[in-house]
């Protein structure tokens, strides 16, 4: 299994759609919300995602930018493994 953490940034427009939801299921990812942070500008989630190898995460997060969400790898670890 590959695993994977990143914070999507969800603009205004986005908000209230649920994508993430979508993007499990058009894909076979597994996905864990670590944290979020929701206004009524913007969204900001940070999230574990696990899939069975390298081209459904990528295919996974191809998912989520061509929908529009900023997707940004969590490179420190303020979240634990």
């Known amino acids: 299994m590959v695993k994977r ?3 999507l940034i969800f603009p205004t427009n986005l908000i209230k759609e649920p994508v993430i939801y979508k993007m ?14 929701v206004t009524p ?9 696990e899939t069975k190898d390298d081209v459904t995460m990528e295919k996974a997060v191809q998912f989520l930018t061509k929908a529009g969400i900023q997707v940004e790898p969590i490179t420190h670890s303020t979240l634990e493994s």
């Open 41 to 49: 500008t913007v969204g900001e989630i940070q999230l574990e995602l």
């Open 5 to 7: 953490q990143v914070e």
């Open 24 to 37: 499990s299921k058009a894909l076979d990812v597994v996905f864990n919300i670590r944290r979020a942070k």
